[in-house]
């Protein structure tokens, strides 16, 4: 039996997609994590969120804080989601926040992904990739190769480290505890 040229076609978009977004095993899904006399200041910047207010990273100043890339059709995202929501439930209160940054999306799916997860951080459509396009130039250890991604930032200001790939609650809450205390 012959296959026709289209579904050949989906059959390769169908392997490269689930290639492309495939989360790396547990046991490799480890933070790459910058020297702290290397580590960067993370990119100041300013944006509309989903909700329509202005966001600034110039408001968390002393502020611990996890830039997250991600898009609601990326199974390993959609899947690191929840743990991220009771997260920012738990550490809110000392100060902490995650960032999402929504990446290839359209704006009425990702509103609706938003509302549907509870998502109760900011959310930031990224529809020109202004925002990964600041996150790239730090070093080769930074960059933005694949989502997720998430750029640890501590309360110093700097990058403390880059989650590559879909992470734990455990990975995260470690993140967070190393985020809170840099620069202390």
Known sequence: MRMKPFRVFGVVCL???????????????KPETAPADKAASAPAFTARTLDGKTFSTAELDGKAYIVNFFASWCPPCRMEIPDMVELQKQYEAKGFTFIGIAVNEQEERIRSFVEESGIGYPVIL??????????????????LRSIPTSFVVGSDGRIVSVLIGM??????????????????
């Open 167 to 184: 992470q734990t609650r455990e990975a995260f809450e470690k993140a967070i505890q190393q985020a809170m205390g840099a620069g202390k």
């Open 15 to 29: 392997s490269f997609f689930m290639l492309a977004c495939q989360p790396e095993k547990a046991e490799t899904a």
């Open 126 to 143: 990224d529809q020109n990739d202004e925002l990964g396009s600041l996150y790239r130039p730090f070093d080769a250890s930074y960059n």
